[in-house]
């Protein structure tokens, strides 16, 4: 790491934040201070009295009235799912799936990933969003699109189906890893088995072997509905924590158990290891009517949990700001007590966590030697009024929403400010959206 002070004390910077209100998942308290950032990092937080020792090419004047959070990491989506809002919308899970759903799947060409990714992406930022974690198909298109605008993204191929096609499917899934991860400091790839009641167990463990062999993470669905437990144990006739062990999916670098509703409540300390991550997906579980997930339990026991929107299809948006809402209050009214899932804890996982499941080391924090990754939040509005250092955190997750973003950054680097989208045609983006949702739905 460069030094934050040269040899005359000084402190050089691309750009700095002017008495901005500092919070994070890891203060228990906000901080007002100066934030220097350089070459995509952050240089390091000045208190007021250090704050004539830096030298700045570009000023940000926050006036304490703008917050610097982490940007937010929707850690389980599919994002190009933007284009198939609204379809079969309450119906049950299956005819949802089978009669709305995959038909329209069945049509998606690489130009509509594209389309539905920027559209999806267009939502993302503007609501303070700076990383997600994607599985769906065409993963190439996402990727691009991701590296064009300039936003982090943890991607996989959905894997699905039986043994020939399914090898075929793995190849282009490592292919992808070899192709993108790591590129631009802005993708990394995991592998995607879809769900355990798609994918066998002989071929889980399969990928979980080639996962370990590429060092890659490993992004999959896990006990998303009732069903798909008694599925596991009745049909497979396995246990579904056993069957993490088993299949060698606990023991790669990075275990993504998206939803993880059903786990059984007294074995959720064997899931509770350093490279696992259950994102939890709040609104879709509830919309889709799958269930409660049992998180405030995940977390006593010491499970990372991260955050998810899943796809515009079940949710219907893309909002870390309705998810942290709706995780903290399904806990506190589920099991009737208000002190769970402090807003702390949501702004946490809605951010770091989800940032470290998939794969992106030192993001998600607001401290020096990190990245520049930013929601910059407007608090000179009226449902702010009353906020204070020790409060900010509850704030955030319950007064506020994504419309109060005014700027979004990644590695330094604006891709959303005051209402524009210096990386991405808006304007374009909402017509070619139009365009591609008459074309798949017009049979
Ligand atoms: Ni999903």
Not at 229 to 256: C, F, H, M, N, W
Not at 279 to 303: I, R, T
Not at 361 to 371: F, T
Not at 383 to 409: E, H, P, Q
Request: charged share 25%.
């Amino acid at each position: 790491m460069t030094p934050s002070l040269n040899e005359q004390g000084l402190a050089e910077a691309d750009l700095v934040f002017r008495d901005a209100v500092v919070l994070d998942g890891a203060r228990d308290r906000a901080e007002i201070c100066d934030v220097a950032v350089t070459q995509g990092r952050i240089l390091r937080l000045f208190s007021r009295e250090e704050r004539s020792k830096i030298r700045a090419k570009d000023e940000y004047f926050c006036r304490e009235r703008k917050a610097l959070l982490p940007g937010f990491a929707n850690s389980h989506t599919h994002v190009a799912m933007t284009l198939l809002r609204g379809l079969g919308e309450e119906s049950p899970l299956k005819d949802w799936l089978e009669k709305h759903i995959w038909p329209v799947e069945g049509r998606l060409k690489p130009r509509h990933i594209r389309i539905g990714t920027q559209l999806g992406v267009a939502e993302m930022i503007s609501g303070g969003i700076t990383c997600f974690g994607d599985m769906y198909f065409h993963m190439d298109e996402v990727a691009r699109v991701a590296t064009e605008v300039g936003i982090r993204c943890g991607l996989c191929q959905g894997l699905i189906g039986n043994a020939p096609l399914f090898s075929l499917k793995l190849k282009e899934g490592i292919r992808l890893y070899d192709h993108w991860h790591g590129k631009n400091d802005l993708i990394t790839v995991q592998l995607g088995p879809h769900a355990p009641y798609t994918v066998s167990p002989k071929l889980l463990t399969q990928v979980a072997g080639a996962a370990r062999g590429l060092n890659a993470g490993i992004h999959i669905h896990w006990l998303e509905t009732e069903w798909e437990r008694s599925y596991i144990e009745q049909e497979l006739k396995k246990d579904p924590i056993d069957l993490l062990y088993e299949t060698g999916l606990a023991d790669v670098t990075s275990l993504i158990l998206a939803h993880g509703v059903w786990f059984p409540e007294n074995r959720l300390k064997e899931i509770a290891k350093d490279n696992i991550a259950v994102v939890h997906n709040p609104s879709s579980n509830m919309k889709l009517g799958s269930g409660f997930a049992p998180v405030s339990q995940m977390l006593k026991e010491g499970v990372h949990v991260a955050l998810g929107s899943d796809g515009a299809a079940s949710n219907n948006r893309l909002d870390m700001w309705l998810e942290m809402r709706t995780a903290s209050l399904m806990q506190k009214g589920y099991y009737k007590d208000p002190t769970l899932m402090k807003s702390k804890d949501a702004l946490k996982m809605a951010s770091y966590a989800g940032c470290k499941a998939l794969g992106f080391s030192n993001v998600g924090m607001i401290e020096e030697g990190w990245k520049a990754d930013f929601a910059v939040i407007n608090l000179d509005n009226a449902r702010y009024i009353g906020w204070n250092k020790d409060n900010l955190a509850s704030f955030i997750v319950f007064s506020g929403s994504s419309r109060d973003v005014c700027g979004t950054m990644v590695n330094g680097k604006w891709v959303y400010k005051d209402g524009e989208f210096p990386s991405l045609d808006y304007e374009k983006v909402m017509y070619d959206a139009k365009e591609a949702r008459k074309e798949l739905l017009a049979i």
